[in-house]
């Protein structure tokens, strides 16, 4: 079994619609979940972060930890043709340790 | 702002063959990471560098070898090209031991061997 499970899609949806995006991970002492995003061709960027449990949002995006359920997730409101990416979620120990990734999941968002 | 640059962007190896890929970073970060990136797989970790001096493996080191040549610069190496090690490599840093630490990345490098 993997350390964090990531359905890799690929999930389309229309412009407008809230994508949820979600991993699982088996290992409770993670204290940072991040979400990366990836455009095509491009290296992952940092979109979110939370620290131990609960929300966080920044504009038309929620990341929700729930650290009981070893489970977290990313929405997406108003999805826009711009978010078509795929999107990769990691999480750490913090300190010195590895971030460890789910697969990704490949976002379309069509017009 | 180069951030994390990596060279070459893209090779064509035949099997058996030798190169190493470039990288090096100005953010005056402690900590460097090579990954490879293939279809339905994620980020798998060859090897990384937690701090100037010393490399360790990840998930998948075999047929590859690194050196942290000084605090900006990592590279890694295939001694011997296999069409197994077709992937897109990305080199990442960051500043470890304080707080999350995000990592960078490079734009990647396209790897095909025949």
């Known amino acids: 079994q993997k350390e964090v499970e990531q359905d890799p899609g690929p999930l389309s949806v229309p412009e407008g619609a809230i994508v949820s995006l979600n991993c699982t991970y088996s290992?409770?002492?993670?204290?940072?979940f991040m979400w990366y995003r990836q455009y095509s061709r491009k290296g992952p960027e940092l979109l979110m972060y939370?620290?131990?449990?609960g929300n966080k949002e920044d504009g038309r995006f929620t990341a929700q930890v729930d650290k009981s359920s070893k489970y977290i997730s990313l929405f997406i409101r108003d999805s826009q043709p711009s978010d078509s990416a795929t999107y990769l979620c990691?999480?750490?120990?913090?300190?010195?340790?590895?971030?460890?990734f789910g697969a990704g999941t490949r976002l379309a968002v069509h017009p | 702002n180069a951030g994390v640059t990596q060279t070459p962007k893209f090779q064509v190896l035949k099997t058996g063959q030798s190169m190493t890929l470039q990288c090096a970073q100005d953010?005056?970060?402690?900590?460097m990471y090579w990954y490879r990136q293939d279809p339905g797989m994620g980020l798998r970790l060859i090897y990384y560098s937690a701090s100037e001096g010393t490399t360790d493996k990840g998930e998948v080191p075999n047929g590859y070898n690194v050196s942290r040549l000084n605090k900006r610069e990592f590279s890694l190496r295939l001694e011997s090209a296999a069409p197994s090690q077709t992937s897109v490599y990305f080199c990442?840093?960051?500043?470890?031991?304080?707080?999350?630490?995000?990592?960078?990345f490079g734009e990647g490098s396209r790897l095909t061997v025949l």
């Open positions: 290992n409770s002492a993670f204290q940072y």
């Open positions: 990691a999480m750490s120990l913090g300190g010195y340790n590895k971030l460890i």
């Open positions: 990442a840093s960051r500043l470890a031991g304080t707080d999350m630490g995000e990592l960078f």
């Open positions: 953010m005056n970060h402690n900590s």
């Open positions: 939370t620290y131990s449990s």
